[in-house]
């Protein structure tokens, strides 16, 4: 399912829950869609049953996520439960990861050159996220990658909140542009998400070197 389905099945049960709300669950790794290659989000059935009881637990017992996520832990691991996926594989003669492994925090410290302190710190706020068993998926690796050359050049990695936030915003108002087009068609919702997509990093590019420039 797209995010835009998952909310739309949940939202009698949660009439309150928005595509942020998801997505910040998806933060603090309660649920871990798959990504596919252009970076679109794809929920399963478990995914949206482990959403359900995420929102029935925070609505009814008032619980925290910390504790959330210890029960869906301790269901993850329960004798019925699915094996956990291997670790990342490594293509050994070039160093880099194979297609749609997903990698454990230490093939993430790894491969990204960030220190364990420097992971945690983006999963703290969001720029990368587990899933319930630990694992990143491969995107992480290039957002952990891109986030350390960010604070190399000056701008410390709590700083970059800010910038998960503006994404996240302009994600939202992507959806709502092209929702009429996906009730269509989803080939032609996905292409014209991508299209404003690609406009709006180039508009929000062209903005902050106007920015920059005033600065002098």
């Known amino acids: ?5 998952v909310v739309d099945a949940l939202k009698d049960e949660f009439p309150a829950l928005s595509l942020s709300k998801v997505r910040y669950l998806e933060g603090e790794g309660l649920i871990s869609p798959h990504r596919l290659g252009n ?13 359900r009881f995420t929102l029935c637990a925070q609505r009814d017992e008032y619980l925290p996520l910390s504790v959330i996520r210890e029960r869906l832990a301790s269901l993850d691991a ?12 490594v ?16 093939s993430l410290v790894s491969h990204s ?5 420097e992971v945690e710190e983006l999963i703290a706020i969001g720029l990368v996220s587990p899933d319930a068993r630990g694992r990143f998926s491969p995107q992480a690796l290039r957002t952990v990658s891109l986030a350390l050359e960010v604070t190399r050049r000056g701008i410390p990695l709590r700083n970059l909140r800010a910038v998960r936030a503006a994404a996240e ?13 996906r009730s ?6 996905e292409d014209a998400a991508a299209e404003l997509a690609g406009l709006l990093g180039e ?7 106007r920015a920059v420039e005033a600065l002098d």
């Open 113 to 117: 050159g960030a220190t364990r302190a």
């Open 91 to 106: 293509v050994a003669s070039y160093g880099r990861l194979a297609a749609d492994v997903p990698l454990d925090l230490d």
């Open 78 to 89: 329960a004798p019925n439960a699915l094996e956990p996926a291997p670790v990342a594989r």
């Open 184 to 189: 269509r068609s989803t080939t032609a919702g």
């Open 1 to 5: 399912m797209k995010i835009s389905e």
């Open 39 to 51: 970076g679109y989000r794809r929920y399963s059935q478990a995914d949206l049953e482990r959403l």
């Open 169 to 181: 915003r302009e994600a939202d108002a992507i959806a709502q542009a092209v929702q009429h087009k």
């Open 203 to 209: 508009l929000h590019g062209a903005l902050l070197h």
